[in-house]
């Protein structure tokens, strides 16, 4: 059976370290892949992509047909599959993995396709709702950070005071798209080159991080909006933002943040060695919840013996075991953040830290091998779908 696997996206994210599972993970079932990918998207040497995963770089959707092998072929989009492959074919089986939660989005972004594979249970719920051919066990994502490069030992805390490698880079990822973005996105450098680039290191007090690409979906403005004035209170408190963003997120950050005092935030930038940030945090913090598939940072913060502190709501809640692997708190958009204070106010006079690396069997559930059991059933079903018989009663149906 062959897989023609779709990932156009040029900018790096967690559906891009999902893709890169993805293909290693069907490598191990026998299933090599064709991954059709963007031709200005430079990051996939670093995910360790099998010797059986073709890569092709394709700039146009329209340009995808010419790419697509002869015969029987499993189509396995990363997010909606183009226009341009969803005409039913008898011998190309329609897929795709959806990143995103369809609640608060049109769902007919997913019509015409044979079956929709969701990374959690969220994703799942909201494609079941609008009546999609759903499967019906969630996809996780993998926290395994010792097979991207740049991130050494990715194992649990080290208690070193610093970070090797880390020092302060650039908080934007310009839109190339844009007009302002380009003209920007050529300027700054030019100001990068006489600014100072200090190393991290760790200052007293307690260290919350975010660890995550500054997009609309994590709805960080939104979420400082109710939090700033909470830390405003707690000066003791340190937040530090690794990851970039285009110019409108970033400054929309700026502004749910200015009442802050002068360090008690710091902007880190887009960086590679995730893991030795991570245990370098106190506790990681998410963004909110409902725009979220599933929070790849999440699981890979537990992975590395960091805790997390995220909304109490999911999928946060499929992610994190209250209190075993980090703490929930109630939604700040319902108390202005109120439960976020008190648990701060706890955290500051001594409550136990988690342990996430003691959760083993909660750890389990987002392992590569959890992926490839999650996996079996899936190409099986694929090569049934394709088989000359399924491929006939369906062209009849």
């Known amino acids: 059976m062959r897989c023609l696997q779709i990932n156009l ?4 994210g967690g559906g ?4 890169g599972f993805l293909c290693r993970a069907l490598s191990q079932l026998g299933v090599p892949t064709r991954l059709l990918v963007h031709p200005r998207a430079e990051f996939w040497d670093r995910l360790g992509l099998p010797a059986d995963t073709e890569r092709i770089a394709v700039a146009d959707p329209a340009d995808l047909r010419p790419h697509l092998p002869a015969g029987p072929l499993w189509l396995l989009a990363h997010g909606p599959l183009p226009v341009e492959l969803r005409a ?5 089986l329609r897929t795709a993995i959806a990143h995103m939660p369809v609640q608060g989005r049109d769902p007919a972004a997913f019509a015409n396709h044979d079956r929709i594979y969701a990374v959690s249970g969220w994703v799942r719920d909201g494609l079941k709702a609008a009546g999609l051919p759903v499967w019906e066990q969630a996809f996780y994502g993998v926290a395994d950070l010792a097979s991207r490069a740049g991130n050494g030992d990715a194992g649990p805390r080290s208690g070193l005071p610093g970070a090797p490698g880390i020092r302060r880079a650039s908080r934007y990822d310009w839109d190339q798209r844009k007009g302002r973005d380009r003209l920007l996105g050529w300027l700054e450098p030019l100001s990068e080159a006489v600014c100072a680039h200090p190393a991290f290191e760790r200052r007293p007090g307690l260290s919350l991080g975010i660890v995550s690409r500054l997009t609309p979906i994590k709805q960080f403005p939104l979420l400082f909006a109710h939090l700033a004035p ?3 209170r707690h000066q003791e408190v340190n937040l530090e933002i690794f ?3 285009g110019y409108a997120s970033v400054r929309d950050l700026d502004r749910a943040l200015a009442a802050l005092p002068a360090g008690q935030v710091r902007f880190w930038g887009q960086q590679g060695n995730v893991a030795g940030i991570y245990r370098q945090l106190d506790y990681l913090l998410s963004g909110l919840p409902e725009k979220e598939a599933l929070g790849l940072n999440i699981i890979e913060a ?3 013996g960091t805790p997390v502190i995220a909304v109490n709501a999911p999928p946060f809640t499929e992610t994190v075991l209250d209190g075993e692997t980090g703490f929930l708190y109630r939604d700040p958009r319902q108390d202005d ?6 648990l701060l106010n706890q955290l500051l006079a001594g409550r136990a830290r988690p342990r996430p ?8 559930r987002f392992s590569f091998d959890a992926l490839v059991e999650r996996l079996r059933p899936v190409v099986a079903d694929a090569a049934d779908a394709l088989n000359p018989r399924a491929m006939q009663a369906r062209t009849a149906a």
């Open 9 to 12: 996206q040029r900018h790096f």
């Open 16 to 19: 891009e370290v999902y893709t």
């Open 88 to 92: 039913p074919m008898p011998d190309r």
């Open 230 to 232: 909470v830390l405003l």
């Open 243 to 245: 990851g970039s963003g």
């Open 302 to 304: 537990q992975a590395c």
């Open 337 to 342: 953040g109120a439960d976020f204070g008190r």
């Open 357 to 364: 690396e003691l959760a083993q069997a909660h750890l389990a």
